[in-house]
């Protein structure tokens, strides 16, 4: 079997230049290890936003005692909620009032229109019934049944 022979590189780039240095330095530890290679990966990739990450994970973490309020607090503040509440009720309930007041205002006033336009009319009654047998769609259309007793 052959095997392929590694060609020599005349120009050595930068970047082989800065890796075999990088490689050739002892390192500390792991860990200084790891974000070195870490951050080479970030940089060779143009990823230069992700650089923050080696962050600890949730479960390491440890967090502060929880902000617990005292009872009576709470109950003060139930209390004033309540209490808003209320006041809100009342004013839907003021301002509901005097929609319906307003509303049966408008109704009355359009009945009483109604009956003075009524009253003001000059009306014909017809007794004859064959007259509107002969009369035209046009003015069939003006033509109203209506309560005789009330003139």
């Known amino acids: ?87 809100q009720k009342q004013i839907e309930g003021t301002r509901k009032k005097s929609k319906e007041d307003a509303r049966k205002c408008r109704e009355l006033n359009l009945l009483k229109k109604k009956e003075n336009e009524r009253k003001g009319e000059v009306v014909q009654i017809i007794k004859d019934t064959t007259k509107i047998k002969k009369m035209k769609k046009k003015h069939l259309r003006n033509i109203e049944k209506r309560d005789i007793l009330n003139y």
């Open 1 to 87: 079997m052959k095997t392929k022979k590694s060609k020599k590189i005349k120009n050595p780039t930068l970047s082989g230049i800065i890796s075999d240095t990088i490689q050739s330095e002892p390192l500390i530890n792991d860990k200084e290890n790891k974000i070195i290679k870490d951050n080479q990966y970030l940089i060779y990739k143009n990823k230069n936003w992700k650089k923050s990450l080696p962050q600890p994970k949730f479960s390491t973490m440890r967090s502060g005692k929880a902000f617990h309020s005292k009872w009576s607090q709470k109950m003060e503040n139930k209390y004033a909620l309540s209490k808003v509440k209320e006041i």
